[in-house]
């Protein structure tokens, strides 16, 4: 059964950057590796979406390495208004219908 | 000009009670899905409809039935509410690109509370 696993809690310092890694052992050839972001009182929010090595894009960059069994989420020089949760979903919307969140990772941001 | 909207925002009920949480978005997208968000923000998806086609049907208690009138809206309807039900429901889209890689685009929550 596929599982996500992520930190549960981080904290970094403003000017920073901060990794976050996901740990996904099952994941399936056909799954996709997205990360969301999630503020107090909202709904998660899109930031990045990889199948295998780096994608960038302008917030984030993604990590993956050959085997795909983690990820790592890398923002680059964090800000104050980055303290949110950032989930992991491995996922499959074109074959076995299958999306694996995972726990969220609190990140907080320290002036 | 909200592309997902749920209504309402919040729900204050008794147990027993039965009540409905609408969704709609205006992306033009093919899928839907309702997502439960307990207190410790756990997301865990219930159900997902392409083109009004149930095509995620997690292990939920049948007291949950989505409903489907066209493919830019999937309600939630909640019969026999329990204390257990409360928690923040998210409704979200994505457009079938038919690649597997398709971005969720979240709706703002429903916090029910049932007393």
């Known amino acids: 059964l596929a599982k996500t696993t992520q930190p549960i809690s981080m904290d970094s310092y403003e000017g920073q950057e901060v990794n976050i890694t996901c740990s996904h052992n099952?994941?399936?050839?056909?799954?996709?590796i997205t990360w969301y972001q999630q503020f107090p009182s909202q709904g998660p929010r899109f930031i990045i979406q990889?199948?295998?090595?780096?994608v960038t894009n302008e917030v984030a960059s993604l990590f993956i390495p050959a085997d795909r069994k983690s990820s790592t989420l890398s923002l680059p020089r964090v800000s104050l208004s980055d303290t949110a949760v950032y989930y992991c979903?491995?996922?499959?919307?074109?074959?076995?219908?299958?999306?694996?969140w995972g726990a969220g990772t609190k990140l907080i941001i320290k002036p | 000009d909200t592309a997902v909207s749920q209504t309402p925002k919040y729900l204050v009920t008794q147990m027993g009670n039965d009540k409905s949480i609408k969704c709609e978005q205006n992306?033009?997208?093919?899928?839907m899905y309702w997502y439960k968000q307990d207190s410790k923000k756990f997301l865990k998806i219930m159900f997902s409809?392409?083109?009004?086609?149930?095509?995620i049907n997690e292990t939920v208690p049948n007291r949950f039935s989505p409903k489907s009138p066209d493919k830019a809206h999937l309600n939630l309807h909640i019969n026999s509410l329990e204390l257990g039900d409360s928690a923040v429901y998210f409704c979200?889209?994505?457009?079938?690109?038919?690649?597997?890689?398709?971005?969720?685009?979240f709706g703002p929550g429903t916090r029910l509370l049932v007393l």
């Open positions: 979903l491995v996922g499959d919307m074109e074959g076995n219908y299958q999306l694996i």
């Open positions: 099952n994941i399936a050839t056909n799954d996709y």
């Open positions: 990889g199948y295998k090595t780096k």
């Open positions: 992306l033009g997208h093919d899928t």
């Open positions: 409809y392409n083109n009004k086609e149930l095509i």
């Open positions: 979200a889209s994505s457009q079938d690109g038919g690649t597997g890689d398709e971005t969720q685009y």
